[in-house]
């Protein structure tokens, strides 16, 4: 019944079935020697979104990932610790002048990518960012027009049931959120409180988990624990939406499948990927290959997959592969507050204000969005320890007032830099893989947006209440490394998401974006999936793909 | 040295175990928590500074849960974070330096052992650690702060506060599944959630 996370389920012709505690549904399978129209590697909110869109075309896929395929219901516990087993902990070398913390803030190893244990949060970029440069001055413009996205928000926020408030007060008028907004925990009613006070907006957050019975998944029980693993299949991720569809479309999901290289013929096409499973390398062969492994894995599998052709690496024929690697600051203000708060019921954001990413009157680039929080004990404590160094009984008793406890925390933009990005190393792992190594540094505009956040939040957490406040620094989510431009010189892939030096290679995750926004990028990277695969779509059927 | 909070002093998140708010595999992880497995990882040398260092970062003069085993076998199965920055060794390597570092500190500023020293001066210690003031040859170019924050001290209250009795002092909800909460509002306090005692309630003191 317990599930380590190492045993491979996707096999002789059946695969999980998640709505289930130990069922089954019906896969497809396609031989190795089978050239299958696309491969596609890695689950996440980029390759489950692509694998079901491709599958439901009428095309032959084999999706890839190199994590295991739970059940929520019976394989996610209540407890942090076990459920690490969520998170890509294999060693990656982080350094710079402000390195990044890896493994359970950005990445995800498990069917379904990191959504499985994402925070829900589902907001839309404000249009003026896919035009960055030449409409607010900074960073780069993507070769996207913003209504496309539009119209690719809309589905994704359907195809997960997104519940938010019938008026949401930032960004173009839209339509009614799908599934009525949740009740709102206290510890959104003190981020409200303090943004009346204030006079600015603020709004319950768009999130997804579903506030109604939706087929097989019951509405939110406010358990709390969204960020280790829904264990009632309330929240809709990638593992309980997209990757079903997927399987009823005839697509085959290769569970525990770790992707090492992809293969490239004289003409400089990929041929199909090797993969390791089961304790040895295999090879499939693909007409197409859609990478969409995230902000590491995928620079780390193009640049291992040099070839005469591609001797770089793959895609890399212009040295960006790897390059401007983003993530979002993420800092905090923490506070105690009189009344009982209780922040571990309900999803941890559940009030939002986006005032900082609408208005533009403020001495940086770029803009931020902050929630209300709920953290769970050790993400709570481990956060003291690493920002204050507190430890002994001075721990002990601050981590008593964990139920009067309220936090502001933002999610920050922070400009693209070249220097900041992900390489090889000369270290290899288990494998034999060449292990990434991260470079990062917040830049001088990235540390006047995160002060002139916690001068804001702090003023605001004051107006609610909160007393004894103290702030932390950190980051979350990753973007960019392989990102969209206009031309070979300009970008990875194209705005199609096709690389420019390979035309039969497509990125489809996070590391294509060229900027990160101010808001959680999950439902950012479905939507560009999403308008992703209907490019390639078209492309195939006009016989171009 | 202070008091340990008894802030909810009738709470004990076990007392849900055959509620709806625990499922099964909750209460095997759960179970599995209270039964440490044998030390396989460290010598006795370096365990001694283990035992030690766990005393001073999570004190626990109420009780004696078990922390260091727990350590000792994460890194027998090599279990890692994914973040490995570029100036720490990997995990394994990383928590031996750090042990010896630390002891080498102690005796070099007190002559004796890191275990040997009362409870204020290796507090004193981790201070200075976490400061950058260190002496020993033994630090190399190990970065004494990053050391202290992000491997030992992150990885033993992660430890700590993985124990249902540290949910209980703290009054978390706990294990939540399939049964969460119903009462969502500033003080509002579902019949399975902890009762704050009437004592502390209104104080920020713990």
């Known amino acids: 019944m317990i599930s380590q996370g190492s045993e491979i389920r996707a096999k002789d012709g059946r695969a999980p079935d998640v709505f289930s505690r130990d069922g089954w549904v019906a896969m497809r399978q396609y031989r190795e020697a089978e050239e299958v129209d696309v491969a596609v590697i890695g689950t996440g909110a980029g390759g489950g979104v692509v694998a079901a869109k491709l599958a439901e075309a009428g095309l032959s896929v084999v999706a890839f990932d190199a994590g295991a395929f739970y059940r929520p219901?019976?394989?996610?516990?209540?407890?942090?610790?076990?459920?690490?087993?969520?998170?890509?902990?294999?060693?990656?070398i982080s350094g710079g002048d402000d390195a990044i913390e890896m493994g359970s803030n950005n990445s995800g190893r498990a069917i379904g990518g990191s959504t499985v244990h994402f925070q829900m949060v589902a907001l839309r970029f404000r249009p003026e960012w896919f035009q960055a440069r030449s409409r607010l001055g900074y960073g780069r413009d993507w070769p996207v027009d913003w209504r496309e996205m539009w119209r690719c928000y809309d589905e994704v926020e359907d195809a997960l049931k997104i519940a938010g408030p019938v008026t949401y007060p930032w960004g173009p008028k839209r339509g009614r959120y799908p599934y009525r907004q949740h009740e709102l925990n206290a510890s959104a009613q003190?981020?409200?409180?303090?943004?009346?006070?204030?006079?600015?907006?603020?709004?319950?957050?768009?999130?997804?988990?579903?506030?109604?019975?939706?087929?097989?998944?019951?509405?939110?029980?406010y358990r709390g624990f969204c960020k280790i693993g829904c264990s009632t299949n309330a929240k809709q991720s990638?593992?309980?939406?997209?990757?079903?569809?997927?399987?009823?479309?005839g697509a085959e999901v290769r569970d525990l499948a770790m992707v090492g290289r992809i293969e490239t013929g004289s003409d400089g096409r990929a041929t199909g990927v090797h993969y390791h499973r089961d304790g040895e390398w295999r090879f499939q062969k693909a007409r197409r290959v859609v990478v969409a492994g995230y902000s590491i894995e995928t620079p780390r599998l193009l640049l291992n997959s040099s070839s005469p052709s591609h001797p770089q690496g793959l895609a890399n024929a212009e040295g960006l592969v790897g390059t401007e690697l983003m993530v979002h600051s993420n800092h905090a203000v923490w506070g105690v507050m009189e009344d009982e708060i209780r922040w571990y019921k309900g999803p941890p954001s559940m009030a939002v204000c986006e005032h900082w990413n609408y208005d533009d009157d403020k001495d940086f680039h770029g803009g931020y969005a902050f929630m209300s929080q709920g953290p769970l004990p050790t993400d709570f404590a481990t956060s003291m320890v690493k920002n204050l160094g507190v430890f002994g009984m001075e721990l002990r008793r601050r981590m008593a007032l964990y139920n009067h406890m309220a936090g502001l925390k933002i999610v920050g933009e922070v400009m693209p830099t070249p220097a900041n990005r992900v390489e090889l190393s000369e270290e290899t792992d288990a494998l034999g893989l060449p292990l990434p190594r991260i470079t990062f540094r917040f830049g001088e505009n990235d540390r006047k947006l995160s002060d002139h956040a916690l001068r804001f939040m702090r003023t605001m957490h004051e107006a609610a209440g909160a007393r004894d406040i103290f702030e932390t620094a950190g980051s979350a989510h990753l973007m960019g490394g392989c990102r969209m431009g206009f031309s070979a010189a300009d970008g990875v892939v194209d705005g199609a998401g096709r690389a420019f030096s390979c035309p039969n290679l497509w990125i489809a995750d996070g590391s294509v974006m060229p900027t990160g926004g101010g808001v959680n990028p999950s439902i950012t990277i479905m939507a560009n999936a999403t308008r992703i695969a209907g490019h390639m779509i078209g492309a195939i059927a006009r016989g171009e793909g | 040295m202070t008091s340990p909070p008894r802030r909810y002093p009738d709470y004990d998140v076990l007392d849900k175990r055959d509620s709806p708010s625990w499922d099964d595999i909750t209460r095997h992880v759960v179970a599995g928590r209270l039964n440490p497995p044998e030390r396989q990882f460290f010598d006795d040398a370096l365990w001694d500074v283990l035992i030690a260092l766990c005393d001073t970062i999570m004190p626990q003069p109420d009780r004696d849960r078990p922390i260091a085993i727990w350590i000792d076998a994460a890194l027998a199965q090599n279990r890692t974070t994914g973040t490995r920055y570029d100036?720490?060794?990997?995990?394994?390597e990383a928590w031996k330096r750090g042990l010896a570092a630390l002891e080498a500190e102690a005796r070099l500023c007190h002559g004796r052992p890191f275990h040997d020293l009362a409870q204020d001066a290796r507090e004193a210690l981790l201070k200075a650690i976490d400061r950058e003031e260190v002496a020993a040859p033994e630090w190399n170019d190990l970065p004494p702060r990053r050391m202290f924050r992000e491997v030992l001290a992150n990885e033993i209250v992660r430890v700590y506060y993985s124990h249902p009795d540290a949910w209980s002092e703290i009054g978390f909800g706990g294990p939540a599944s399939p049964r969460g909460y119903v009462r969502l509002g500033p003080n509002r306090r579902d019949p399975w959630e902890a009762e704050e005692s009437a004592a502390t309630r209104r104080s920020a003191e713990p």
Do not use: H
């Not at chain 1, 219901?73 to 990656?92: G, I, N, P, V």
């Not at chain 1, 303090?194 to 019951?218: L, Y």
């Open chain 1, 73 to 92: 219901l019976a394989d996610f516990a209540s407890d942090e610790r076990e459920q690490d087993k969520l998170y890509w902990t294999d060693d990656r």
């Open chain 2, 87 to 92: 100036n720490l060794p990997p995990m394994r």
């Open chain 1, 190 to 221: 003190v981020l409200a409180r303090g943004a009346e006070a204030m006079g600015v907006d603020w709004s319950p957050c768009p999130i997804s988990t579903v506030s109604a019975p939706r087929g097989k998944s019951p509405p939110c029980v």
């Open chain 1, 238 to 249: 990638i593992l309980n939406t997209y990757i079903p569809r997927a399987l009823a479309a």
